[in-house]
T-cell receptor
Framework: GQNIDQPTEMTATEGAIVQINCTYQ??????LFWYQQHAGEAPTFLSY????GLEEKGRFSSFLSRSKGYSYLLLKELQMKDSASYLC?????????????FGIGTKLQVIP | DGGITQSPKYLFRKEGQNVTLSCEQN?????MYWYRQDPGQGLRLIYY???????QKGDIAEGYSVSREKKESFPLTVTSAQKNPTAFYLC???????????????FGPGTRLTVL
């Protein structure tokens, strides 16, 4: 099975930087996704990492260390609209199927 | 516009009644999925379909049924056997973007089902 851990809630200030961590334990690892989900809405894709290192995409960056089973999502220059839940999801080979398992999500509140 | 639609957004049913949630996509995606989301828990996979006329159970399939008669449609029936059906239900489809090495899941807007 898979086990994914991420903090339940975080608070950060507008204009600041915040790092949301995700640790996982799985066999057959084949990539890690980050999604953003505003309350009552559908998750939207942010990033994907399958190799170790940092992927940068505008204000958002995602890092992966496969040996440590660790990833983080870095949000820079925080804006009020960044208040949302951030879901870490791990993809792994499962009986010929690429199964994606989601963490519980980290609810980020951005305050003025 | 291309996308995934789920209807209705809010649905109320009495206990003991079956209810079917619709999911339609015009993205020409082969794979489709159903998840439920509960407070304090991650998205949990109910059923998935990788191709028309084929579907597989996910982690929590008990009390649910699906069909995939058309590529565009993947309806989910919540039966009276599902012991705790009140939840937020999300449908998704996936495809590999040009130049990408992975499939990306695209989610519909969700249906919030409340069983009274």
């Amino acid at each position: 099975g898979q086990n994914i851990d991420q903090p339940t809630e975080m608070t950060a200030t507008e204009g600041a930087i915040v790092q949301i961590n995700c640790t996982y334990q799985t066999s057959g690892f084949n990539g890690l996704f980050w999604y953003q989900q505003h309350a009552g809405e559908a998750p939207t894709f942010l990033s994907y990492n399958v190799l170790d290192g940092l992927e940068e995409k505008g204000r958002f960056s995602s890092f992966l260390s496969r040996s440590k089973g660790y990833s983080y999502l870095l949000l820079k220059e925080l804006q009020m609209k960044d208040s949302a839940s951030y879901l870490c999801a791990v993809r792994a080979n499962s009986g010929g199927y690429q199964k994606v398992t989601f963490g519980i999500g980290t609810k980020l509140q951005v305050i003025p | 516009d291309g996308g995934i639609t789920q209807s209705p957004k809010y649905l109320f049913r009495k206990e003991g009644q079956n209810v079917t949630l619709s999911c339609e996509q015009n993205l020409n995606h082969d794979a489709m999925y159903w998840y439920r989301q509960d407070p304090g828990q991650g998205l949990r996979l109910i059923y998935y379909s990788q191709i028309v006329n084929d579907f597989q159970k996910g982690d929590i399939a008990e009390g649910y049924s699906v069909s995939r008669e058309k590529k565009e449609s993947f309806p989910l029936t919540v039966t009276s056997a599902q012991k705790n059906p009140t939840a937020f239900y999300l449908c998704a489809s996936s495809a590999r973007l040009a130049g990408a090495s992975f499939d990306t899941q695209y989610f519909g807007p969700g249906t919030r089902l409340t069983v009274l």
